[in-house]
């Protein structure tokens, strides 16, 4: 398969919204989110271009499904664009958000490793690009650099380090430090500079509450009302349209708490 070509995109770039979800090609805009991810980046030149070489470009409505539980694994993929939501359903059929993967990063290649099935449910949420590389030819790549296997062991411990780090704080900070590390988090990953004001942050990501909730294993009211006293102590500002951080190093110092209040 031939790597995948970048398009013009304009200034800001060309949103899926706007193109065709049969489009093979990804905007300037997706390519640079692709490779700006901290993992993709980090890999050599000739591994890179054989990845790149042997994927292909799907395009999603908000709200698609993108692999289901339970599903064979056919593909390795990268968001380039939007957000992939996480998700599992409860005994009593409610579903229940995990996490969100953001542009530039890689995932679902546990269940290629293993054999085994997919673990969860994956959504598209907004409109989403995804560069996949079929199971085939990921095994291809592992197979001609040995360089592959250490860069997936490398992503691996990373992964887990972060899941340690979210099973400690979930079991030693407070629910306002927790979300003011999710607000943090999601700032970084998703944040565009106010024009009305450079210095605030507005979270590009479209969560409601029960979404931002889950993600904090905790209920929806208990973190409205955090967010509340978030807005009122001037850290926060919460919209129509989602959230705008106001002063970062507040939510840092909060992020650092250690008891209730």
């Keep these: 398969m031939q790597d995948i070509l970048t398009s ?5 770039g060309q949103s899926p919204t706007r193109q065709a979800l049969d489009d093979p090609i990804l905007t300037m805009e997706e390519r640079s989110a692709i490779n700006a991810g901290r993992w993709f980046s980090s890999l ?4 890179r271009h054989d990845i790149l070489r042997c994927a292909y470009v799907r395009r999603f409505r908000d709200g698609d499904l993108i ?3 339970g599903d ?3 593909e ?3 968001c380039a664009h939007g957000a992939v939501r996480v998700s599992s359903t409860s005994v009593t059929g409610k579903q229940i958000t995990l996490t969100y993967v953001e542009p530039g990063i890689w995932f679902g290649d546990v269940s290629i490793f293993d054999g085994d099935s997919r673990t969860h449910d994956v959504y598209a949420h907004g409109e989403t690009t995804l560069l996949c590389v079929a199971r085939a030819d990921f095994h291809k790549i592992l197979a001609q650099h040995v360089e592959f296997y250490q860069a997936m062991l490398r992503l691996h411990a990373r992964r887990i ?3 340690y780090g979210l099973v400690e704080d979930l079991n030693t900070l407070p629910l306002r430090a927790r979300l003011a590390k999710q607000l943090l988090h999601l700032a970084r990953s998703y944040g565009v500079a106010c024009l009305a004001n450079a210095s605030e942050i507005r979270i590009g990501l479209q969560l ?3 979404e931002l909730a889950q993600l904090l294993g905790a209920s929806r009211q208990r973190v409205n009302q955090e967010l509340k006293a978030m807005e009122r102590d001037g850290l926060i500002r919460i919209e129509a349209g989602g959230l705008v951080v106001r002063q970062r190093e507040g939510l840092m110092r909060l992020s650092e708490a250690d008891t209730d209040k």
């Design 8 to 12: 013009p995109a304009g200034p800001l």
């Design 44 to 47: 050599s030149p000739s591994l």
């Design 67 to 69: 692999a289901a539980r």
């Design 72 to 74: 064979t694994p056919e």
């Design 76 to 78: 390795w993929m990268a």
């Design 161 to 163: 380090r972060q899941l």
């Design 208 to 210: 409601a509450q029960e």
